[in-house]
C-alpha cells in the first residue's frame, strides 16, 4: 500500500551524524560500483519466462480459428483468439478491444496525434486548430506521457497524486472551468511511480465530472493490470462501464500490453474504448497499416491458451519480482525509517518504487548515487518538463538487476539520501 506522508526535515541530529556519513559515502565510492535502477525493464529472467514463444507458432502453424491465414494481409483489429483472452483480463468486450503492434506507447501517441489532427468524436474541430490544449498530469507521472504532450506542443497541468490515484477533485475543477483542457493521464493499476491504485469512487468520479470540452477525453493506461506483487490481486475499476453509465461512454480510451508480460521489445499492444472512439481509431489505423502482426498474436495466444494462462505466467514474474521489491522496502526500513529524511511506496504490483526526499535534495542525491556508481532515474523525470517543483521525488525500477545488486544498491542509494539530508540541514 502507498505511504503518502511528508518526510520531515526535523532530522537536525543528521548534521551532527555528517562526518560520520561522508565517511561512509567514502567508503561506498571506494567499492568501485556499477549498478543502474534506471529504466523499468524486466530482468533476463523474467524473459526466460517466455522464451517458448521463440518457437511459436512454428512452422506449418498458420491459421486463426477463424480460418484466416495470419501469414497474409487483413485483420485489422487483431486476432479474435488473443483479444478474447485480454478482453476478459481487462474487462471490456471482444469487439471493443483491438490487438496492435508492440507498443501501447505508439497506439497513445497515435491517438493524440490524430486527434490533433482530426478531431475525436464530439469535437468541433481538430485539436491543432485550437488556439491551446491542456493536459492535466498527475504527479508524480510516467515521463513518456509528458514527453509525447510536451513534443506535441501541449500544455500541462499537473494535479497530486494520492493512494487513490489521482487527485480527482483538482481534477474535476481543471477540467469544468477550462475548455482547452482535453486529456488526462491515468496509470489506474499499480501506477507508475507511485503504485497506487485508482479506486472505484475514484474512477466514478473521474468518468462523471463536468467537463468544458465536449471532446474530454482520459487516457486510461493500463500498463501494470496484472502485475501484481502480492496475492492481494487488485482489480481495475471498470473504466469503460463507468463511463457508459455516467452517460460519458467516450471519455475512456484506454491500453494495454504485453511489454511486462512476455517480451518488451515484441509482446503486443491493446487499444479498448467506445464502439464510436474504436471505429473512429479504426478508421485511421487502416489507412496507416493493412493489418497488425498477426502471426506474433497467434505466437501469444498459442502460448497463453487463456486468460488464466497470463495470470499463472504473471505468478512466475511475482515470484522473482517480490523479493526485490521487499529489498527495496526493507532496506529503506532498516536505513531510513526512523531518520524522518523521506517516505517510500510499499507498492503491491507494478514496476517501480517512489521516494520523496528532503525538498531540495534529489537531484542532489542522483548525484550523489551516480558518483558512488549506481545510476539513478535522473530527479524530475517523474513531472513534466522534467521540473519537480520540489526537487523531491525519485523513481527507483528495481525489476532488471539481480537481488543481490538490488541490495547493494539500495544500500548505496540510503546513504546518498541520508548525505544530501545532511548536508541540506547543515548548510
Ligand atoms: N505505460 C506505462 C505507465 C509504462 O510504465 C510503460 C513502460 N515503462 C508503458 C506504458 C510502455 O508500454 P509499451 O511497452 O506497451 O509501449
Sequence with gaps: ??????????????????????????????????????????????????????????????????????????????????????????????????????????????????????GVPGSERPWSREEQITFVCPVPGYDRHFAICEELGIRMVTVPMTPDGPDAEAVAALVADDPTVKGLWVVPTYA?????????????????????????????????????????????ANALDLAAEAGHPDRVLMYASTSKITFAGSGVAFFASSPAN????????????????????????????????????????????????????DILDERLGDSGVATWTRPDGGYFVSVDVVPGTAARV?????????????????????QDPDDRNLRLAPTMPPLDEVRVAMDGVATCILLAAAEATAS
Excluded at 503492434?101 to 493524440?112: F, H, I, K, P, W
Excluded at 507511485?194 to 474512477?203: F, I, R
Excluded at 542522483?366 to 522534467?386: D, R, S
Design 1 to 118: 500500500t502507498p505511504s503518502s506522508t511528508t518526510p520531515s526535515a526535523g532530522a537536525a541530529d543528521l548534521a551532527a551524524r555528517l562526518d560520520d556519513l561522508r565517511r561512509a559515502y567514502a567508503d561506498l565510492q571506494a567499492r568501485g560500483l556499477k549498478l543502474d535502477l534506471t529504466r523499468g525493464k524486466p530482468s533476463a529472467e523474467q524473459l526466460d519466462l517466455s522464451e517458448a514463444l521463440l518457437a511459436l507458432p512454428g512452422a506449418g502453424t498458420h491459421t486463426a480459428e477463424d480460418g484466416s491465414d495470419t501469414r497474409n494481409y487483413g485483420g485489422l483489429a487483431g486476432l479474435p483468439e488473443l483479444r478474447r483472452i485480454f478482453a476478459e483480463l481487462l474487462g471490456v468486450p471482444v469487439d471493443q478491444l483491438l490487438a496492435q503492434g508492440n507498443a501501447s506507447l505508439t497506439l497513445m501517441y497515435d491517438t493524440v496525434v490524430q486527434a490533433l489532427l482530426f
Design 366 to 386: 542522483v548525484q550523489l548515487a551516480k558518483e558512488a556508481g549506481i545510476a539513478l532515474t535522473p530527479a524530475g523525470a517523474t513531472f513534466p518538463y522534467h
Design 192 to 236: 507508475n511511480p507511485d503504485g497506487s491504485v485508482v479506486s472505484e469512487a475514484v474512477a466514478r468520479r473521474l468518468v462523471s465530472m463536468p467537463a468544458a470540452a465536449p471532446d474530454f477525453r482520459i487516457f486510461w493506461d493500463n500498463a501494470y493490470a496484472v502485475h501484481h506483487l502480492t496475492e492481494h490481486e487488485a482489480k481495475s
Design 278 to 329: 474504436v471505429s473512429w481509431f479504426t478508421k485511421h489505423l487502416g489507412i496507416r497499416s493493412i493489418g497488425p502482426d498477426k502471426i506474433n498474436h497467434l505466437r501469444h495466444a498459442t502460448f497463453f491458451g487463456d486468460a488464466e494462462g497470463v495470470r499463472n505466467h504473471m505468478r512466475k514474474h511475482r515470484e522473482i519480482l517480490a523479493p526485490k521489491f521487499r529489498a527495496v522496502v
